[in-house]
């Protein structure tokens, strides 16, 4: 997802073998991704907003491949691929001081802690995204991993048990969004996966970017 049709055909060559060098990272077999790809665009969605996916609850219009029904192999393979995401998440993370979570420069839109606390919200946003109301829980500002936790396995516990229903229909919920976006299981799978791995690199620029206003001075 792009601001532009050049940009995303930009994005494309080099997020299509930066996927598989990621899940060959975390121990899968698959073969070495070509950057000399040939792309054959099957649907353009514009719209009058952000580019899909950078806000929770902004425009996120459906794609003719998120219209396909979810199986129970799909839903094990989205889990899957979430603990690998999270393990890098964590990675980056785990033993970070307060100070360190707390940083934003001034033209970035969150600080760490913010950019963890919106991840773990997201995967009860995402399961509710398919009239569930799944349970929410308020956590202290320190409880980042905890809050972490909760709230993914809350997201798993639902997405194991979606009804054929829920995972075949169109669903277009107002709440929390500012339209009633079109929703389906499958769009739901492939935002879960994206968006943690997205909002990871995100933390990873910031720690650069601290290390580098420390080098300063």
């Avoid at 899957?80 to 839109?109: C, G, N, Q």
């Amino acid at each position: 997802m792009a601001k532009s049709y050049d940009r995303a055909l930009v994005k494309i060559h080099s997020a299509v073998p930066e996927y598989f060098s990621w899940l060959k990272k975390h121990g899968e077999r698959v073969k070495e991704a070509r950057t000399d790809l040939e792309i054959d665009v099957k649907e353009i969605i514009k719209t009058d907003d952000t580019p899909a996916g950078i806000k929770a609850g902004g425009p996120d219009p459906l794609f003719k491949c998120d219209e396909i029904s979810v199986s129970s192999k799909d839903i094990e393979r989205c889990i899957h691929l979430l603990a690998f995401s999270r393990k890098d998440l964590l990675k980056l993370i785990t033993d970070l001081e307060d100070e360190v979570l707390d940083w934003k420069p001034e033209d970035e839109p969150r600080s760490i802690r913010d950019t963890l606390q919106h991840i773990a919200r997201v995967d009860w946003w995402y399961i509710s995204r398919l009239g569930i109301s799944p349970p929410y829980k308020e956590f202290p500002a320190h409880e980042l991993q905890g809050m972490l936790k909760w709230f993914r396995q809350t997201a798993v516990e639902y997405l194991k048990k979606l009804s054929p229903e829920q995972r075949t229909r169109v669903f277009r919920i107002s709440g929390h969004s500012d339209k009633p976006w079109p929703w389906t299981a499958t769009k739901v799978l492939h935002r879960f996966v994206y968006h943690e791995r997205q909002h990871t690199n995100y933390i990873l620029r910031l720690l650069y970017c601290h290390e580098l206003s420390k080098n300063k001075f």
